[in-house]
């Protein structure tokens, strides 16, 4: 059963301390996205990664961290310096070919206790 | 500055009526169009591409316009049903060379009441 997903669904965090948010994708994509989505508002890009080793900050990376050491996983890490990281995060996938769609996972939200 | 714009207001229609959503878009050249259908504390779930050299496109009960003067998108469901009730987020892919990275709007919600 080919899909993405995301772990934990729910993830609470004392101020100072780093979290990290696992995204695993079964659909061999090269590409991999983090978005963090704010009540009422749309997709913002964090990171992205297009193949296994690199990866490219988008709009808001302040504050976060990934790696891709492998195709499959792309984790990304809230760090303390993360102003306000109470959000919902999304993981996606896609081939990367132009016109292609991208695939979600079902999400973590992040609470700053 | 580039921009998307969506309805931030949600839609209500009744049960049955014709639902329209409108994206609209400024200092883009967009490739292709897509849009998402997103429910409450879920990832978006893609419904429909059209590119830019196409006008429309159909998908069961959803229909997709595109027009690239007047810089707009607008998605159709028919017939709409209480469980189309979700955000819509449409979704721009293009000028900037780098192959599937996407730019969303901010989505608008649509109530349908039976």
């Known amino acids: 059963d080919g899909g993405i997903t995301q772990s934990p669904k729910y993830l609470f965090r004392k101020e100072g301390q780093n979290v990290t948010l696992s995204c695993e994708q079964n659909?061999?994509?090269?590409?991999m996205y983090w978005y963090r989505q704010d009540p009422g508002q749309g997709l913002r890009l964090i990171y992205y990664s297009q193949i296994v080793n690199d990866f490219q900050k988008g709009d808001i990376a302040e504050g976060y961290s990934v790696s891709r050491e492998k195709k499959e996983s792309f984790p990304l890490t809230v760090t303390s310096a993360q102003k306000n990281p109470t959000a919902f995060y999304l993981c996606?996938?896609?081939?990367?070919?132009?016109?292609?769609?991208?695939?979600f996972g079902p999400g973590t939200r992040l609470t700053v206790l | 500055s580039q921009k998307i714009e969506q309805n931030s207001e949600a839609l209500n229609i009744q049960e049955g009526k014709t639902a329209t959503l409108t994206c609209n878009y400024t200092?883009?050249?967009?490739?292709?169009l897509q849009w998402y259908r997103q429910d409450p504390g879920r990832g978006p779930v893609f419904l429909l591409l059209?590119?830019?050299?196409?006008k429309e496109k159909r998908k069961e009960r959803l229909k997709v316009t595109f027009d690239t003067t007047l810089k707009q998108s607008l998605f159709h469901i028919t017939a709409s049903q209480p469980a189309d009730s979700a955000t819509y987020l449409c979704?721009?892919?293009?000028?900037?060379?780098?192959?599937?990275?996407?730019?969303f709007g901010g989505g608008t919600r649509l109530m349908v009441k039976p």
């Open positions: 200092n883009y050249s967009p490739a292709y």
């Open positions: 979704a721009l892919e293009g000028d900037n060379n780098a192959g599937n990275m996407l730019t």
């Open positions: 996606a996938s896609s081939t990367f070919l132009a016109g292609d769609t991208q695939y």
């Open positions: 659909l061999n994509h090269d590409a």
């Open positions: 059209i590119r830019e050299n196409e």
